[in-house]
């Protein structure tokens, strides 16, 4: 039963500390995903990859997030200095792209972040 | 800009009876459209979905309409079952823009017994 998985599944921080979130995505999936959940905005997109490569990361606050595929294995997600407003809960998903044929996502259980 | 909007927050069902979930969309290029469930301290889970040369596709209890001209599809459910009490988000793609997910705001679904 291959899932993507995401450490930790929560995380307590005060505000200025270094966040890292890890995701292991599907083996063989070569797209992965960052979204964030909050409740004002719904789901909304910050990065994705492709073959590890990344492909749009508009979504993500430049000065304080950053995004990295270190292998096709783990995708990580930074955020330094945290702030209160990032608290929200993080998803990665992951999902095979072959040729222009949409495709399903597959989202991991999600790391419920707080700010304090 | 919301190019993908659910506008209803939440909705109440009787068991037995059928659940109908909207979404609405702008961007005129989406030609993808799925429907995902979530439920509490999970991730979502992908339900369904229609392309765009379609106006409808059915899978069991679940049959998701789309009516291009309105910019707009719906979910049934029927019949609905307690289990089916979770959020919804309805999730749109265009192919030109490398199938990247653009996601409502979410439906929260209640199935009473």
């Known amino acids: 039963d291959a899932r993507v998985t995401q450490t930790p599944r929560h995380k307590v921080t005060e505000m200025g500390q270094e966040v890292t979130m890890r995701c292991q995505p599907i083996l063989g999936h070569n797209t992965v995903f960052w979204y964030r959940q909050t409740m004002m905005q719904g789901l909304e997109l910050l990065a994705y990859f492709r073959n590890r490569a990344p492909l749009d990361d508009s979504g993500m606050p430049k000065d304080r997030f950053s995004a990295e595929m270190p292998d096709a294995t783990l995708a990580t997600l930074k955020i330094q200095p945290s702030e209160p407003r990032d608290s929200a809960v993080y998803f990665c998903?992951?999902?095979?792209?072959?040729?222009?044929?949409?495709?399903?996502?597959?989202f991991g259980p999600g790391t419920r972040l707080t700010v304090t | 800009d919301q190019q993908v909007k659910q506008n209803s927050p939440s909705l109440s069902v009787q068991e037995g009876r059928i659940s109908i979930l909207n979404c609405d969309y702008t961007?005129?290029?989406?030609?993808?459209f799925l429907w995902y469930k979530k439920y509490p301290a999970e991730g979502p889970t992908f339900l369904i979905s229609?392309?765009?040369?379609?106006d409808k596709n059915e899978d069991g209890r679940f049959t998701v309409f789309l009516n291009k001209s309105a910019k707009h599809l719906s979910l049934h459910i029927v019949p609905s079952q307690p289990g089916d009490s979770a959020v919804y988000f309805c999730?749109?793609?265009?192919?030109?823009?490398?199938?990247?997910?653009?996601f409502g705001e979410g439906t929260q679904l209640t199935v009473n017994p």
């Open positions: 229609i392309s765009s040369i379609k």
């Open positions: 961007n005129s290029m989406f030609d993808y």
């Open positions: 999730a749109a793609s265009a192919y030109t823009s490398g199938s990247r997910l653009t």
């Open positions: 998903a992951s999902g095979l792209r072959t040729g222009g044929e949409p495709y399903e996502q597959y």
